[in-house]
């Protein structure tokens, strides 16, 4: 965890590089939300603490609150999940339909298909 931690950051910073305008204050929003989120970790895994690292790692805490609306769009609401439920069954009903007809599809066909739906 650690580790992820540490690399986490690099990674979101290098994928979010080159922001449009519009993009900048979510993009940095959320690279401050993360950067926060991984202090805190870091600093959670002393084995004690003192009231400046208590102190530090409310900080932290209180800046990954600040800057976590930038993910919320993204989070998965019990309507999202029924949704995806809904939808991944349609798709499993066509992907069994499209397989029983596989007499006349070829093997490379059947094999393209099932690729295609676990992606």
Known sequence: MRNLGRCILGVLASALRRPTAVQQG????ALLCVWALVDFSLMAQYRSHTLDTLGYMERYL???HRY???FQEFRASKKNRLDVAANDQHL?????RELRDARRVSVA????LLVAYHA
């Open 92 to 96: 499993s009903f066509e992907l069994e």
């Open 68 to 70: 976590k609306q930038v």
């Open 109 to 112: 066909e059947r094999s393209r």
């Open 62 to 64: 209180k800046d990954f």
């Open 26 to 29: 979510p993009f940095q929003n």
